[in-house]
């Protein structure tokens, strides 16, 4: 290394875009938000995607199996192909935890052990999502609902201990997806929360976003990186 090869921080944060991880409750439109965002590719971990039917210009990959699912990764990962895609999404990493899951509790007779291997294997590709380069990343996780200090808060769900501390730990952006009440608007209306508030989890650690945004990702991934 010498000092010739450093480069300006900010020139480090276009290169790695937007990564982020969205959840909520059912029917807030979390898995068509993905056609909002700029060139995406759709991982589908999970079937019920009736709300994407007029997807027609959408590529997407099923991968309800251990095998679809390593295979889209490979591709992702290795392939030229992936190349021109500029956002990847999953929908959701929650049932790509459990289906790795299930089929670690066939392998292993130690429950602990089944766990543990599901967390490496999770964590191995939401590593690898984190550190892409080129692209932004909409990773989709179901909500739970957990006791945080004697508070009951939303918050994303993964099955275990570990993967629900390590994923949230990770990611710029945890973006809540659901109803709120927004300035000027005569009822509730679905929105992106991108700051905490009583018993939901989010943060933005771009420090661009308001406490509530439209449930765009394009002008949102726009506003992360200017």
Same mark, same amino acid.
């Given at each position: 290394m010498n000092v010739n090869q450093l480069r300006p921080a900010s020139q480090l944060a276009q290169q790695f875009g937007v990564k982020c991880l969205a959840y909520g409750g059912p029917g807030m439109g979390k898995t068509p938000l993905i056609?909002?965002?700029?060139?995406?590719?759709?991982? *589908?971990?999970?079937? #019920?995607?009736?709300?994407? /039917? @007029?997807? &027609?210009?959408?590529?997407?990959?099923?991968? !309800?199996? =251990?095998?679809?699912?390593?295979?889209?990764?490979?591709?992702?990962?290795?392939?030229?192909?992936?190349?021109?895609?500029?956002?990847?999404?999953?929908?959701?990493?929650?049932?790509?935890?459990?289906?790795?899951?299930?089929?670690?509790?066939?392998?292993?007779?130690?429950?602990?052990?089944?766990?543990?291997?599901?967390?490496?294997?999770?964590?191995?590709?939401?590593?690898?999502?984190?550190?892409?380069?080129?692209?932004? *990343?909409?990773?989709? #996780?179901?909500?739970?609902? /957990? @006791?945080? &200090?004697?508070?009951?808060?939303?918050?994303? !769900?993964? =099955?275990?201990?570990?993967l629900n501390v390590k994923v949230p730990h990770l990611y710029d952006e945890i973006l809540h997806i659901g109803e709120a009440n927004v300035p000027g608007q005569p009822k509730p209306v679905v929105a992106i929360r991108a700051q905490p508030t009583f018993g939901i989890m989010a943060r933005d650690r771009s420090g661009r976003l308001n406490e509530l945004e439209p449930p765009n990702l394009g002008d949102l991934f726009r506003k992360c990186m200017s």
């Open positions: 056609k909002t965002a700029p060139r995406p590719v759709l991982c *589908v971990v999970e079937p #019920g995607m009736l709300s994407m /039917r @007029d997807a &027609n210009n959408l590529p997407a990959w099923d991968a !309800y199996t =251990p095998e679809r699912i390593e295979e889209f990764f490979d591709w992702l990962f290795k392939s030229n192909e992936a190349k021109q895609f500029d956002t990847v999404g999953i929908d959701s990493v929650s049932q790509l935890a459990e289906i790795f899951l299930t089929q670690e509790l066939k392998r292993n007779k130690d429950g602990r052990k089944a766990y543990g291997e599901m967390s490496r294997r999770v964590m191995d590709l939401v590593n690898g999502l984190y550190y892409l380069p080129n692209k932004h *990343v909409y990773l989709i #996780g179901k909500q739970a609902v /957990r @006791d945080e &200090n004697g508070v009951s808060t939303k918050a994303p !769900y993964f =099955p275990g201990q570990d």
